[in-house]
């Protein structure tokens, strides 16, 4: 996480230019990050990102600076919600409705044995209605109800599409071991 | 306890994907092209000083007392402002006035077809009604001298205006006449008008570079109305 002096915080608020870009410079990859880990298509995440800063600079004054990671979890947010627009706009039918999977996850931590780029890979080849689920509540901490109200869906849907996404990863794992062990076999 | 894991690897990453390399100064400079002007706010107590002033000088305009008006019109406005009626252009003319009238030729684009035009015998005539004349100059015969049609009123002159525009409107834009004796008009031109317009036509010998020596010999005459 990037942090941010209340004193350049200021001066991105008063608009001054050479703060602003600085800002845009520092944070621009960790957004893309975020943008394209819901959207998984590098165009959308890229305008994600742009109409995300561009809200950020428009409604900079409305941002109050508490600490030095408030900025960044602020234009985190802005990113988050710019993704879910885009979401919304090009996937209407965002949840997948039925997948022959098996009901609960065969090992759990397999995950963890993942890189970090390895897990974001995987992240992002997953369907919509998946991603979305797993994102929001493996990585911005949404409860069920907190997802259901922001997808307009219900509960129970929130909890399935999470469970889905969390086996459909569990199993990409697997295959992938199952292809590394055969190279090193 | 696995989510948290993830959540720290995921947030872990701040540097762009491999194989992904933006124009960062590209993309801002897109962003400062897409972010709109910030307007100047005026502030509130110009536009109320605006509104005072407009106000204070319209009530001013209104309240203050006028100026009397200076009758400065001349004889012409007066005539118009007392509505006394303005005489028809058949009346402006004496009928006691004659007038040396010749026949008119029109000369066409062809020069025989002038030379022939051209010797037209004159044709006295007692002028009543010159106006008419002028108006249907390319039918009927046209004044032969220098006649000076006095006029009173501003919708005399409009409609003399409008004769000499029809007149205009006529081909026949040279006339040319033969004034081996013309009548002088027995009677002058009595002036009792006011208000007075005059209009003058003047006929000027023609410069034709076709055949300058028909034109000697028949002295044609070229119709120039000024007003």
């Known amino acids: 996480m990037i942090t941010f002096s209340q004193e ?54 409305t941002f109050e600076w508490q600490h030095e990671n ?30 022959d999977l098996p009901e609960e996850a065969t090992d759990e931590n397999v995950l963890d044995q993942l890189s970090a780029e390895e897990l974001f890979k995987l992240i992002t080849e997953l369907p919509a209605g998946y991603r979305t689920v797993f994102n929001l509540f493996v990585v911005e901490g949404f409860s069920h109800q907190e997802i259901a109200q922001t997808l307009n869906i219900s509960e129970s ?5 999470l469970l889905k996404a969390r086996i459909r990863l569990q199993m990409k794992v697997q295959k992938m071991n199952e292809v590394y062990g055969n190279y090193a076999g | 306890m696995q989510d948290k894991l993830i ?15 933006p124009s960062l100064d590209s993309k801002w400079e897109l962003l400062m092209a897409g972010q709109p002007e910030k307007k100047k706010r005026i502030p509130e107590f110009w536009y109320a000083i605006a509104a005072s002033l407009v106000l204070l ?37 004496q009928p006691e006035a004659k007038i040396a009238v010749a026949k008119p030729v029109i000369l066409t684009k062809r020069l025989q077809k002038a030379t022939k035009n051209a010797r037209v015998k004159p044709e006295k005539t007692q002028s009543e009604n010159v106006s008419e004349e002028i108006i249907t100059a390319g039918k009927n015969p046209a004044p032969a001298i220098e006649q000076t049609i006095l006029m009173a009123g501003l919708e005399s002159e409009l409609l003399a205006k409008e ?9 026949a834009k040279f006339v040319e006449m033969d004034f081996e004796s013309p ?45």
Request: include cysteine; aromatic fraction near 8%.
């Open chain 1, 157 to 161: 849907t929130s909890k399935t599409q």
């Open chain 2, 163 to 171: 004769a000499v525009k029809t007149v205009k409107k006529r081909k």
């Open chain 2, 57 to 93: 000088l319209t009530f001013g305009y209104l309240l203050l007392p006028k100026p009397a008006k200076q009758n400065t019109n001349t004889i012409a406005h007066q005539t118009i402002q007392t509505k006394q009626p303005v005489p028809a252009i058949k009346e402006l003319i």
């Open chain 2, 183 to 227: 009548v002088e008009p027995k009677a002058p031109i009595q002036n009792n008008q006011t208000a007075q317009v005059q209009f003058r036509f003047k006929l000027l010998p023609e410069t034709s570079e076709q055949n300058p020596s028909a034109i000697q010999t028949e002295k044609p005459f070229r119709l120039q109305h000024t007003f």
């Open chain 1, 70 to 99: 408030s900025l960044f979890g602020w234009i985190r947010r802005i990113m988050v919600n710019e993704a879910l627009m885009e979401i919304r706009r090009s996937n209407p039918m965002l949840i997948v409705q039925s997948e």
């Open chain 2, 7 to 21: 959540r720290e690897k995921l947030n872990s990453l701040d540097t762009l994907p491999e194989g992904y390399v």
């Open chain 1, 8 to 61: 350049f915080t200021n001066r991105c608020q008063k608009a001054d230019q050479k703060a602003q870009k600085e800002l845009f410079e520092k944070l621009y990859a960790s957004m893309y990050r975020v943008c394209l880990r819901y959207v998984g298509r590098q165009l959308e995440a890229e305008d994600c990102v742009m109409r995300g800063f561009m809200k950020a600079f428009q409604k900079f004054s």
